[in-house]
C-alpha cells in the first residue's frame, strides 16, 4: 500500500478527477430534464478578454458562480453555467498591432490593410485564446463546456443584431449623436472604465466676441481650446451673474473661422447655471461637439452640434482653411494667432 503523502499534491488529484467529471457529463444542461420537479438554473460567465489571463478578481466572481452552479445542483435544478470569452476588440487590436510593430512586420496596422489585419488578429485569437479556458478548467470551474461560446461567433453576432433590430423596432433604442470617449489613435470609442482621467496644466487663452446687437460691446471669453471656436453653436453666462444676465438673448459674433459671412458667425449668448461665475472670466463658449459639460448644456438649450474636429484629431473644414488638416495642437498655436 503506497504511504499518503504529507502535504496534499494537487497534480495528482485534480486533474484526475475534473476529467473523470467531464468525462461523465456532470456539467452539461440538459433542457429535457427541466420540468415543474427540477426547474432551470442558468448563470452566464461574465466573459473575460480572450487576450488575457486571469487575475484574482476574476478567479474571485467565476468561485462564486461556481458556489451558486454546484449548490443549484445539489438542489435538484437543472444547471447551465455558460463559459464565454470577449473578443476585446480594442486591447486585442492594440496587442496584434503592437507584436507586429516588435517584429518589424509593420508601422502601423492600415500598412497591412483590414483584411490582412484581421487575419493577424485571428491567428492571434487561437494561439492565445485558450489560455483562460484552460485556466477555469484548472480551477475546477463546472461549467457546460459544450456550449461553450466566444463573442465574435457567427451564430452569437446574428443574435445580438437580432436582439438589436427587435428592441430598434420597438422604440426601445434610437440612433443620436452623444459624446464619447474617443482615442484618436485607434480611432474608436473607449469605455468610460478604460479611461483614466489626469489633471494636467494647461493655458487659458482670452478673446473677445463682440455683441451683435451692442456694436462696440464685447465678451472676454476663457478657454482652453481656441481650435474648438469654429464649432462653437453658443456662449452661456449663469443667469444670476449681474454682469452678463441682461444679455441673454442676444448674439455674439463668432472670431472663427475669419472667413465666414458676418450671419454665419452669429451665435445666441444663452442662460445656463452650470456656468461656475469664477472660472475664466465667468463666460463659457459652448461646443457641444466636443466638450461633455458643453453637450449637456447643449442638450438642454437645443443647440445645434458641430464638429470641427475628424475623427484622427486634425481640423477638419468647418474649422476654416487656416486649421483645416492640422493637427489639434498644432491648430490650437494658429487659432490663437488668429
Known sequence: MSELSKAYEPQSVEAKWYQHWLDQGFFVA?????????????IVIPPPNVTGVLTLGHVLNNTIQDILARKARMDGKEVLWL????HAGIATQTVVERALKKERL?????????????EKVWEWKEKHGGIIIQQLKKLGASCDWTRERFTMDPAYSRCVAKVFVELYKKGLIYRGKRMVNWCPVSLTALSDEEVIMKEQNGL???????????PGTFLTIATTRPETIPGDTAVAVN???????HLIGKHVVRPLPPELPR???LIPIIGDERVDFEFGTGVLKVTPAHDQADFE????????IIEALNADGT????????????????????????
Open 83 to 86: 463559459p464565454g470569452t470577449d
Open 204 to 214: 487659458l487663452y482670452y478673446f473677445k466676441a463682440e455683441v451683435a446687437e451692442l
Open 263 to 265: 450671419e454665419q458667425k
Open 106 to 118: 509593420i508601422k502601423h496596422r492600415n500598412d497591412l490593410g483590414r483584411d490582412k489585419f484581421l
Open 297 to 304: 448644456i447643449g442638450q438642454r438649450h437645443r443647440l445645434p
Open 239 to 245: 443667469p444670476k451673474d449681474a454682469r452678463y444676465a
Open 30 to 42: 440538459d433542457p429535457a430534464r427541466v420540468s415543474d420537479k427540477r426547474p432551470a438554473y442558468s
Open 315 to 338: 481640423m477638419n473644414e468647418v474649422a476654416g482653411p487656416s486649421l483645416a488638416g492640422l493637427d489639434r495642437f498644432e491648430a490650437r498655436k494658429v487659432a490663437a494667432e488668429e
